[in-house]
C-alpha cells in the first residue's frame, strides 16, 4: 500500500490571543509498504517519506515574519528523513526468527536570513544501516529462549554550510543479547537478561574540536519476577544494571548550541547504573490501587553545567562533566471503580 499527507499550520497564538512569530511548520509524508506471508514465514518491505519544515521564534526571526502565516521562509530547520526498511520471520522447524534491517538517510538543515554569514547555516547528513536478527528456541509452555544480535553503522557527514553543530564521525555499534523467561508453579514468572555492546566512534578534528578514536564495551543485566496472591493482588520485582556511553555532542561539542555555548569533554567514560524497583498491584472490581517504588544509583552521570568562564564575546561556557548520581522515589496511584 501507498499513503501520503500533507500538514501545515500557522503561528499559535500564546495565552492572550497573539501569534507568536515563526511558530509555523510544513510536513510532508509518504509511506509504502508490501509483504508476503507463506507457511515458513513473513516477508514485509516498507518505505517512510518525512519532511517538515519546522520554524524557529528567534529574535532574528521576529522582525522578519511580521505577520501570521504558513509559508517558511526565514530561521525554519528543514529537515529530510528517508527509511528504508525490512522485517521478516522465518518458521525453522522448532525455530522462530526474526531478521530486521534498515536504512535511514537524515538530512538536516538550518535556513536563516540573509542578515547571517550564510542563509544556509547546516547542512548535515547522518546515515544509519542497522540491523537485527533475533532467534526464539524451542520452549516448553512455561518457558521462553532468546538470543540475538544487533548492530548499527552510523556515519555524520557536513556539507557546504559553515556551521558544523556535530564533526564528521564514524560510529559502530554491535551487541549480542540473551533473555529467557519461566513459570514456576504458576504463580510466580521470572525474568533474566544478558547483554553485551560494543561501540567504536571516530571524528574527524575541526577548528576549537579535536579529533576523538574512542572504544566502548560492557555488560548489562537484569533479573526479574512477579507473583500473582490470587486474582487480586500481583508483587512486581526488578534488579538491574546498565550503561550509556557518552554521544558526539558530549564528547566534541565546542559552540554556541540554541542560545547558549556548550563545551563537550572528550575525557568522558561510560556511566554505569544500577537500579531496584518493587511495585505491589491490588486490582478489584470496585478499586484499584498500586504502589511502587523505585532506587537507582548512577556511577559516572554524564550532564552538562554552567561554569565560571566565558566566551571572547562574553558567553556563558557550558561544559560537560561526571559525577556519581542517585536517583529514588515511589508512587501511589488508587481509583474507585
Excluded at 511580521?66 to 526565514?74: K, M
Excluded at 478489584?284 to 554524564?302: A, E, P, R
Excluded at 550532564?303 to 561544559?319: C, K, M, Q, V
Aim: a negative charge.
Amino acid at each position: 500500500g501507498i499513503r501520503g499527507g500533507i500538514k501545515s499550520h500557522t503561528d499559535y497564538k500564546d495565552g492572550n490571543g497573539d501569534y507568536v512569530p515563526n511558530t509555523r511548520f510544513n510536513e510532508h509524508s509518504v509511506k509504502a509498504d508490501l509483504g508476503i506471508k507463506k507457511r515458513f514465514g513473513v516477508f514485509g518491505l516498507y518505505y517512510d517519506y518525512n519532511r517538515p519544515k519546522l520554524g524557529m521564534c528567534v529574535g532574528a526571526s521576529v522582525p522578519l515574519v511580521p505577520e501570521n502565516g504558513r509559508e517558511n521562509e526565514y530561521w525554519y530547520q528543514d529537515l529530510t528523513n528517508h527509511v528504508i526498511s525490512s522485517r521478516n520471520t522465518l518458521f525453522l522447524q522448532n525455530l522462530k526468527v526474526d531478521i530486521n534491517a534498515s536504512y535511514q538517510a537524515n538530512n538536516r538543515k538550518l535556513q536563516t536570513s540573509e542578515s547571517t554569514p550564510a542563509f544556509e547555516m547546516v547542512d548535515m547528513d547522518m546515515n544509519t544501516f542497522s540491523y537485527e536478527l533475533k532467534t526464539y528456541l524451542p520452549s516448553g509452555e512455561a518457558s521462553e529462549y532468546i538470543i540475538g544480535v544487533q548492530g548499527a553503522n552510523k556515519t555524520n557527514r557536513n556539507n557546504e554550510a559553515p556551521n558544523h553543530v556535530l564533526p564528521d564521525a564514524d560510529v559502530f555499534d554491535i551487541s549480542a543479547f540473551g533473555l529467557a523467561q519461566h513459570t514456576f508453579f504458576d504463580d510466580l514468572k521470572a525474568q533474566a537478561g544478558l547483554r553485551y555492546d560494543f561501540r567504536s566512534i571516530s571524528t574527524e578534528e575541526e577548528p576549537g574540536k579535536e579529533a576523538v578514536d574512542t572504544e566502548y564495551g560492557d555488560v548489562s543485566a537484569s533479573l526479574g519476577a512477579t507473583y500473582s496472591l490470587g486474582d487480586q493482588l500481583l508483587l512486581r520485582a526488578n534488579l538491574a544494571s546498565a550503561f550509556r556511553t557518552p554521544n558526539i555532542a558530549e564528547l566534541t561539542q565546542n559552540g554556541m548550541h540554541g542560545a547558549r555555548y556548550e563545551q563537550g569533554n572528550p575525557d568522558l567514560v561510560s556511566q554505569r547504573s544500577y537500579e531496584g524497583d518493587i511495585s505491589a498491584h491490588y486490582h478489584t472490581q470496585f478499586i484499584l490501587l498500586d504502589v511502587s517504588g523505585f532506587y537507582n544509583n548512577i556511577n559516572d552521570y554524564i550532564f552538562i553545567a554552567p561554569t565560571s568562564e566565558t566566551t571572547d564575546d562574553g558567553d556563558l561556557i557550558y561544559r560537560y562533566s561526571q559525577t556519581d548520581s542517585k536517583l529514588y522515589g515511589g508512587e501511589i496511584t488508587a481509583k474507585a471503580l
